[in-house]
């Protein structure tokens, strides 16, 4: 447990991060919000570009760096065929509330933050990559009333603490910012997950934003469990149905049966977190008199 900060631990919410794994299919989509509810994860998360804000001339127009996992001939057609519309997005958190699991979405423009704002979702999340786009982050602080979360991967403490502030100035960041610890690689390795960062960034900021959380891009779940324990009560992992398919995040993504195993073990830790309310507990009664040494 981190040494500077007392925080009580809640039920752990987990995030089956969808993003564009869908491979730009609607109905992959669909069916991986069905697959995430059938895991008992708490929300399916997507993510939302307006590729030409986002995107030089030149980026737009070149090569996809891995041409394996291209869906376009251009980087900018590869991202394109990956985009849902905001209307796709209104029918995809539709679907989510009609099957009962939560909708997100990371956006990583002002556009699509003010499209995402229109369909009032518990939260939107914003991507280590666009952290430090203000004019982003000032979208989401003032013209959005839902939680912030933000990831903290490729950042380093000076922007980290850019970022609270920022929502600080207007005292929102206590009521609705939750950030992330996060190392962004694609998969990370274990010695690079840096998991005691939890530690660092309860002491410094965990009295000033709503919650923390992790986001992982690692192999297997038992680092997540790790995380939850030193505070992560958010934690995002990466979905998809086929870790073979095509596309830069399924290597790092959980399989239906990883997610299922993540969720039913965050919140066997959950039920685990507590002290013992009497010496000798009610079940050891029986052993205690059966087995215990008298002298």
């Not at 697959?35 to 998360?45: F, G």
């Not at 030193?230 to 399989?255: N, P, Q, V």
């Not at 039913?264 to 039920?271: C, G, S, V």
Request: proline letters at 4%.
């Amino acid at each position: 447990m981190n040494k500077g900060f007392n925080f009580k631990y809640k039920a752990p919410k987990t995030v089956a991060e969808i993003g564009c794994n869908h491979k730009g299919n609607f109905e992959i989509a669909k069916e991986l919000i069905d697959l995430a509810k059938e895991c008992k994860a708490d929300y399916a998360k997507f993510q939302k570009r307006n590729n030409k804000e986002l995107l030089s001339k030149d980026q737009y127009e070149a090569p996809h760096p891995n041409p394996a996992n291209s869906y376009g001939e251009t980087y900018g057609a590869h991202r394109e065929y990956l985009e849902f519309s905001v209307e796709q997005h209104a029918e995809l958190k539709k679907y989510c509330e009609k099957i009962g699991v939560g909708y997100a979405t990371s956006v990583w423009d002002v556009t699509s933050a003010k499209e995402i704002i229109s369909l009032k979702p518990d939260y939107i999340k914003v991507p280590s990559a666009c952290n430090n786009y203000f004019d982003l982050l000032k979208v989401l602080r003032d013209e959005y009333k839902g939680q912030v979360h933000i990831s903290f991967g490729m950042t380093n403490h000076k922007e980290e603490e850019e970022i609270v502030s920022f929502f600080e100035e207007t005292d929102q960041a206590k009521n609705r910012l939750v950030i992330y610890d996060c190392t962004s690689g694609y998969p990370v390795p274990f010695e690079d997950i840096c998991m005691l960062e939890i530690n660092r960034i309860y002491e410094t900021f965990g009295d000033r934003v709503a919650e923390i959380g992790f986001s992982g891009h690692h192999l297997g779940i038992a680092v997540d469990i790790a995380a939850y324990t030193l505070g992560g009560m958010w934690i995002e992992r990466h979905f998809t149905k086929d870790r073979t398919w095509k596309g830069t995040d399924h290597a790092a993504s959980l399989e239906p049966t990883g997610m299922k195993k993540l969720v039913r073990d965050l919140h066997a830790a959950y039920k685990s977190l507590t002290y013992k309310p009497t010496e000798i507990l009610p079940i050891e009664e029986v052993q205690r008199n059966k087995l215990k040494f008298r002298n």
